[in-house]
Structures are given as structure tokens and as C-alpha cells.
């Protein structure tokens, strides 16, 4: 909206008044910079969580938690790369060194699988069995919450 | 800042907005590009090390109840059998099913939290089956949205070749 004004020279200027704009940007970016959420790191667009009305948030954060998010290929999303079942073993060697060297065991750790809803459950077992025979015990089947 | 005064009125200071609306829009713009709505997610705890007969027996005074599910075509759920009784394809009749088993008996030291379900399912399940499953199994949520646990231990049998 544009106000005119008239000066005595007869020159028009228009002056638009910037407020209730201004209000609304300032809203909505307080609006996205609440609902950020860098810390979602690990939610990847390949993975479609299967949903759970029983998948509650943690409490904490587990101990010592090791990430592995299965695709419906049959691949493993380790950190930033695409790998195949089968090398996981290598993968999960260096996480076991590193666990030891901070002095803690395998048993302790936590592997969270995020797996898509369309992975062969056979595909999920063989990343079971894997870290298995790594000597890592619990496992965290993660889901998204479902709302009743 | 530029002071501008009118004819008759007394001083009026007028802001030069540009940079400040610029800079405004660039957050803007940032923030709608990186926002993604973030769905809220939780966990299955499932404890498993590699097979240890002899450990397990004498931890736990009943035999896990084994719950086998078939493929179908495409990985869709044929069938569900939990022990010799078939259960079709419903995760509500095996939810039914668990609490007839375990009946009132909830909470720390029930017949429940002693109790063990073993999934044995085909390979080429979809893995969202079996979280269904999971689900059935290890509770349910009541009227007033609270979760009523029922067996929380569950494991998997060692997979099929």
C-alpha cells in the first residue's frame, strides 16, 4: 500500500510503510528458528521409518550409539557412505577399536538400526548377525511414532 | 541516518531500511530452505548376543513363544503362526492372543516381563511386519495414551538360508 504525498513544489513521492511487513518476516523467521533441528543429522531421505504407536522418544541419549540405516537395496548407510552388507564387518572392527580404546566393550555399545519399511527382514537379520559376531549385544529398532 | 525536515513539522528521522530488509530476507529465505519437519521417532530394545544356550535356560523360566510369519509375494505378509495356532495376517488377533497369554500379569517381575517372544520370519519379509509384530507384542496404548507394556523381550531366530 502506497501513500502519496504532495510537497508545495508539486513532485510526488511515494513512501510504502514497511512495518506490518517488516512484523510478519521477523515472525516467520523466529517461527523456522525455533523449529530447526541441526542436531536430525542422521534422518536420510532413503529411509522410510516403518511407524509405531509404541515408538516413544529416548530418555537419554543411548551409550555409546552406532547408526547403521538399511535400504531397501540391501545396502548399509554408514556416516556419509553407501556400502554393502558384506563389508560391514570391516566397518564395525573399527568401531570396536575405538570402543575398546575408550576403555568399554563392544557389549556396551548400542546399535540403532534404521531400517526402511520395505527392507527384506532377511537383509536386517544379516546386519544382526554381523555385528553378532562383532560382539555387540543391543540393538535399537528404531521407528517412527505413529499418533494414534 | 537521514534527517529530513518537513515544512511546518517539527523533525522527523527517517531509517534507510534496504540493508536490514535484505539481510532479513536472506535468514528467511535460509531457514525456509533448510526446514525440515522433524517426525518424532523411538526405539525397540532388543538385547541380543550371540547364541548362549546354557546362559539362557537358567535365566529365564519360560520357553520363548515363537511367532513365524510367511512372505508373500512382494514381501507382504502371508500368514502368522504362533506356536501350532495359525493367526492370518492380523497383528490384532496376535495382540489378543499375548494378552490371553499373559493375561492382568504387567510391570517388573510379572509373568510378562519374564516371558520371550522369538520372531523366525521369512527373509523376504518386509521389515515393517516385524515391527508390527514388535508392537503387538510388547504392548499397547490405553485411553489415555499411556503404554501398557506386555512382553518386552523379544529376539530373533537365527536367520534362514
Do not use: W
Amino acid at each position: 500500500m502506497a501513500r502519496a504525498r504532495s510537497s508545495g513544489m508539486g513532485d510526488v513521492s511515494a513512501e510504502a510503510d514497511m512495518t506490518p511487513m517488516i512484523d510478519m518476516t521477523f515472525q516467520l523467521i523466529a517461527f523456522f528458528m525455533i523449529l530447526i533441528n541441526f542436531a536430525e543429522s542422521d534422518s536420510d531421505d532413503r529411509i522410510q521409518l516403518p511407524s509405531s504407536v509404541l515408538a516413544k522418544p529416548p530418555e537419554g541419549m543411548p551409550d555409546t550409539p552406532i547408526t547403521l540405516q538399511v535400504t531397501k537395496q540391501g545396502t548399509v548407510l554408514y556416516s556419509a557412505d553407501e556400502i554393502p552388507i558384506s563389508a560391514m564387518g570391516r566397518v564395525l572392527d573399527i568401531e570396536a577399536q575405538l570402543i575398546e580404546r575408550a576403555k568399554k566393550s563392544p557389549s556396551q555399545a548400542n546399535i540403532i538400526i534404521r531400517a526402511d519399511a520395505e527392507t527384506p527382514t532377511g537383509q536386517v537379520q544379516e546386519v544382526i548377525k554381523i555385528c553378532q559376531q562383532k560382539k555387540f549385544e543391543k540393538f535399537l529398532l528404531r521407528a517412527k511414532q505413529d499418533t494414534p | 541516518m537521514k534527517a529530513r525536515r518537513g515544512g511546518g513539522l517539527p523533525g522527523k528521522v527517517e531509517q534507510n531500511m534496504t540493508p536490514m530488509i535484505d539481510v532479513v530476507f536472506q535468514l528467511l529465505a535460509f531457514f525456509v530452505m533448510t526446514f525440515k519437519l522433524a517426525t518424532v521417532e523411538g526405539d525397540f530394545n532388543i538385547k541380543m548376543p550371540i547364541s548362549a544356550p546354557s546362559a539362557g535356560v537358567s535365566e529365564n523360566p519360560f520357553p520363548p513363544i515363537k511367532l513365524v510369519m510367511k512372505a508373500g509375494a512382494g514381501g507382504q505378509l502371508a500368514s502368522m503362526n504362533m506356536g501350532d495356532r495359525p493367526l492370518g495376517t492380523n497383528f490384532a488377533t496376535l495382540h489378543n492372543e499375548i494378552l490371553s497369554l499373559v493375561g492382568n500379569s504387567t510391570g517388573p517381575g510379572s509373568m510378562a516381563s519374564q516371558m520371550e517372544v522369538e520372531l523366525d520370519c521369512d527373509p523376504a519379509l518386509h521389515y515393517t511386519n516385524v515391527i508390527k509384530a514388535i508392537t503387538a507384542v510388547s504392548g499397547h496404548m490405553n485411553a489415555q495414551g499411556q503404554v501398557i507394556r506386555l512382553i518386552e523381550k523379544v529376539k530373533f531366530a537365527s536367520p534362514r538360508s
